[in-house]
């Protein structure tokens, strides 16, 4: 998990009024995360090291036999998951090779995939065009963009607090407790994991989901992958968001995956 200064927390915590036990809850409920970012988003400490991990858009580098998901959706993402920092996340991703993302992004999804394709296999660049009755279909390819993967760290904005962190927000039994202080010290913590500024369009690897309705990632289902439309596309203003089972994710059953468009 992303670490963070003892020293730097509480000091961010007095800033805010934030006791410590309810500190300490929070804090043991956050999960880590990957952000997929472009360079002039990564942090400045963290720029000498960064290697880019990702791409948004472009086409497709498949295996002999394996061909573009039926439904022809547009390729969105691909991750090469060597160049991924390992141990940050609290999911199981491959340690290589590449996850292809397949998904609309302008409207709801009638079909999306992810391809695991492994490392060392032979692939060719697929055009983005196909055959149907005669007829020669196109399909949709994104302009592609590099992106870094920065470590961050997420709260659950759904889920039910600790019995420190309802006291708090109780304030003195009327109900009237400091949502606002609680939520500019989770932001800030997130901004310190994060090393800098957080982006607020971005691609988003594990950790909790930050949804624009209902949260998706509830019960057995965790996040995946979370992008934002114009991560993707400057003039496509939707939250993407895919989620699944940590069984599954952990045994590669991408079939299985859920996806949700809002907007």
Request: proline fraction near 10%; aromatic fraction near 8%.
């Amino acid at each position: 998990m992303t670490s963070i200064d003892e020293p730097l927390l509480r000091e961010t915590a007095a800033k805010y009024g934030v006791p410590g036990p309810v500190v300490g809850e929070l804090m043991a409920r956050a999960r880590p995360c990957l952000y997929l970012v472009p360079y002039d988003q990564v942090p400045e400490p963290r720029r000498e090291n960064a290697r880019p991990a990702a791409r948004t858009g472009g086409l497709p580098a498949l295996p002999d036999g394996v061909n573009w998901p039926d439904g022809k959706e547009p390729l969105v993402l691909s991750v090469d998951c060597a160049a991924l920092p390992h141990g940050v996340l609290d999911i199981e991703l491959p340690v290589d090779g590449h996850l292809l993302f397949f998904t609309e992004i302008e409207y709801p999804p009638e079909h999306s995939a992810v391809l695991h394709i492994p490392a060392g296999a032979r692939t060719t660049e697929r055009p983005a065009s196909y055959q149907l009755g005669g007829e020669t279909g196109e399909i949709r390819v994104y302009e592609p963009r590099t992106l870094y993967p920065v470590p961050g760290l997420t709260f659950d904005g759904e889920g039910d607090g600790g019995p420190h962190i309802n006291a708090f927000l109780d304030g003195d039994g009327d109900g009237d407790g400091d949502q606002d202080a609680l939520d500019s010290f989770e932001e800030a913590v997130r901004d310190l994991a994060f090393g800098g500024h957080r982006p607020g369009v971005c691609v988003q690897l594990g950790g909790f989901s930050e949804p624009w309705d209902m949260a998706p990632d509830t019960g057995d289902h965790v996040l995946f992958a979370q992008m934002a439309g114009q991560a993707i596309d400057y003039d496509v203003f939707t939250m993407n968001l895919v989620v699944g089972t940590r069984e599954d994710l952990a045994a590669r059953q991408y079939t299985g995956l859920d996806y949700e468009q809002q907007c």
